[in-house]
C-alpha cells in the first residue's frame, strides 16, 4: 500500500509575517500543496525526502542498453555488406571516411545514432 502527501491538506506552520524573511517570505501563511510542502522542506531539511525511482533508471539503462546492441549489429552488418561488396570502390569506403561521408549516408546515420544514444548512456553509468 502506498502513502500519498496529500497536498491539498498540507499547510505551512502559522507564524508571524512580519518576522518572516528570505525566500520563503513569497509563500503565504495559508500555502498549501507544493507550496506549503517546500516552505516546509527549506525550513526543515531533515523532513526532505525523494523517491529515487531506481526500478524505473535500471530499466531505462536495460533500453539503452538493448538498443546500442541493435545499432552496434546494424553498424557490423553494413560494414560487413561494404566489405564483401564486389565494386572495391565501395570496399574501400571502410578505410576512407571522408569518402563514407560523401557516399553513404545510411552509414552515418548509424554512427551518428551511434553517438547520441552512447552519449545519453554515458550520462547515466
Given at each position: 500500500m502506498r502513502r500519498w502527501i496529500n497536498f491539498d491538506m498540507a499547510r505551512t506552520p502559522e507564524t508571524?509575517?512580519?518576522?518572516?524573511?528570505?525566500?520563503?517570505?513569497?509563500?503565504?501563511?495559508?500555502?498549501?500543496?507544493?507550496?506549503?510542502?517546500?516552505?516546509?522542506?527549506?525550513?526543515?531539511?531533515?523532513?526532505?525526502?525523494?523517491?529515487?525511482?531506481?526500478?524505473?533508471?535500471?530499466?531505462?539503462?536495460?533500453?539503452y542498453q538493448a538498443e546500442l546492441i541493435q545499432v552496434e549489429n546494424d553498424i557490423r552488418e553494413h560494414e560487413t555488406q561494404l566489405a564483401l561488396d564486389p565494386n572495391q570502390i565501395v570496399a574501400d569506403r571502410l578505410k576512407d571516411w571522408a569518402a563514407m561521408l560523401e557516399e553513404d549516408d545510411e552509414y552515418i546515420r548509424l554512427v551518428s545514432k551511434l553517438r547520441t544514444l552512447l552519449r545519453e548512456y554515458s550520462k547515466l553509468s
Open positions: 508571524n509575517s512580519n518576522t518572516h524573511s528570505g525566500p520563503e517570505r513569497d509563500v503565504s501563511n495559508n500555502a498549501t500543496g507544493y507550496p506549503a510542502i517546500a516552505s516546509i522542506m527549506a525550513k526543515y531539511p531533515d523532513f526532505s525526502m525523494f523517491r529515487r525511482f531506481r526500478a524505473l533508471n535500471a530499466k531505462s539503462i536495460l533500453y
